[in-house]
């Protein structure tokens, strides 16, 4: 029997929740949301859309959490930020020029890198400080930025082994300043789709009320669970996307 329209909200507002716990942790969140909204009927570019519209709420929870943990370092965000965003801009305009498959191979092999890295890596403690490792972190936003707007897939968890591998930091503040960087990226997304009218904001809202509670518990369990729970996620994440960009190019 099909859902009603309640039945079918209460659903999507379970997947956001579940996917904005993941997503705070170590990325991924789409694998859940963007086939649920394509499962309900959405066209994939209002899917697409909707994506956005609703995971830049769970992008805001997250963020807002680590920075209560004191996580976020802020000097180095007060450059991410606006350059991811922008970033982001830019990787939609490209997306109406290019076509984002051609990416497929490059990220599938970047993935596997990163699962590579996390479970060989050890444990990290410190890392750089904020005031000395603004450009390559700047770098990492604009570019992640870009590939966001432009094909998406990973690249909260691509942003994670990036910043830890660039300024040496414990896997738990990397997940938790990728999150200031993802939300810039997100935002700018979802503001860009709106501006055009493709967010189903009676979808998005209800997904974007689970969103605001998975975030935040996705962020509470990395704050408590510390390396070990993000080591995990990170790598389970970046195989599940492989399987899925694999599947995607054998459909082709």
Known sequence: MPLDVSGTD?????VALIAGTVDAIGGGGGLLTLPALLTVGLPPQLAIATNKGQSVFGAAAALTRFSHAGLVPWRRA????PLAFLGSLLGAWLMLRVRPEVLRPVV??????????????PPVRGGRPASTAIAPAAALAFGAGAYDGFF???????LIVGLAGLLALPLQQASAEAKAINFASNLAGALL????????????????????????????????????????VVVCVAG?????????ALRR
């Open 152 to 158: 998406g897939p990973g690249t909260g968890t691509l």
């Open 193 to 232: 789709f709106a501006a055009r009218g493709a967010v189903v904001w009676h979808i998005a809202l209800p997904m974007a009320a689970g969103q605001l509670i998975g975030g935040w518990v996705g962020a509470h369990l990395t704050v408590r669970g510390g390396e070990r729970i993000v080591r995990w």
């Open 10 to 14: 209460a659903l999507l507002a379970l």
């Open 108 to 121: 599938l092999v970047l993935l596997v890198l990163a699962a590579a890295f996390v479970i060989l890596r």
């Open 240 to 248: 599940a996307l492989v399987v899925r960009l694999s599947l995607d």
């Open 78 to 81: 007060r450059w991410t930020f």
